[in-house]
């Protein structure tokens, strides 16, 4: 009677176990391993950027020195930048902006970079107007504002601090970007550095999409304003 009992009691372990096994099978076939996305090659990327639209701000005679330049930066550095003309702060494809952070902020400084992106904003068939720059500034603090096509922005307000500069980048990108949209565009401009020699870029939400996916998301490539100011702690 023992032996039996034994008997029965193994086979039941068994059948459970089988159990056990057929069921952790059916929960592994439900999540199978993500694919890993496929490297793109230079080619490629050059490729995907003309599909998205990238180069209809580049001109004609310059395309092919912009698809070279971009196709080469990522292949060997996996990088994302086009070339600017001579030793000019102007980039080939009309997306790309140098700027100096300190001269942004300094008095002469706002309206030298409005200048230096208008041309962008006249390849997009759109208005950039701007006039009427104010400046009120005490000891320790600065209010400073200027007109944008008829509409005021504030450049910079508030008491000086470390953050000076990155508070004037954000600004300016940003009261860009408010013209972009009244005037329909879905165009934006994404911050990538802030300093003596900062950088951003005009992009459609698609175009971002693919370069963030396909480039590394580090402090040298575009991301949204909201990410930048979290790690620059805006």
């Known amino acids: 009677m023992k032996h039996i009992f034994l008997t029965i009691l193994l086979l039941t372990f068994l059948a459970c176990n089988s159990k056990k096994d057929n069921t952790v099978s059916k929960i592994k076939n439900q999540n199978p391993e993500k694919a890993i996305q496929k490297k793109l090659s230079g080619k490629e990327v050059v490729t995907e950027l003309e599909k998205l639209g990238y180069f209809s701000l580049t001109k004609e005679s310059e395309l092919d020195t912009v698809k070279f330049d971009i196709e080469k930066a990522y292949t060997d550095l996996n990088f994302f930048q086009g ?17 100096d952070c300190e001269e942004l902020f300094e008095t002469g400084g706002l309206t030298e970079y409005l200048n230096l992106v208008k041309p962008t904003f006249e390849k997009l068939d759109l208005k950039l107007e ?67 020699d900062g950088m951003f870029v005009l992009l ?31």
């Not at 070339?83 to 700027?99: S, V």
């Not at 980048?169 to 300093?195: H, T």
Request: aromatic share 16%; proline share 4%; hydrophobic share 30%.
């Open 83 to 99: 070339p600017t003309r001579g030793e000019t702060l102007y980039f080939m494809d009309n997306r790309f902006h140098w700027i």
């Open 130 to 196: 701007f006039a009427y720059e104010n400046s009120l500034q005490g000891q320790n603090n600065w209010k400073h504002t200027i007109e944008l096509n008829g509409i005021e922005y504030i450049a910079f307000d508030g008491p000086f601090s470390d953050l000076d500069w990155g508070i004037a980048y954000v600004n300016f990108i940003e009261m860009l970007n408010a013209e972009l949209k009244r005037q329909n565009s879905d165009e934006q401009f994404y911050p990538i550095s802030c300093g003596n």
């Open 204 to 234: 459609t939400l698609k175009q971002l999409d693919f370069i963030n996916q396909n480039y590394p998301t580090d402090n040298n490539h575009p991301t949204t304003m909201s990410n930048w100011k979290s790690k620059n702690g805006l």
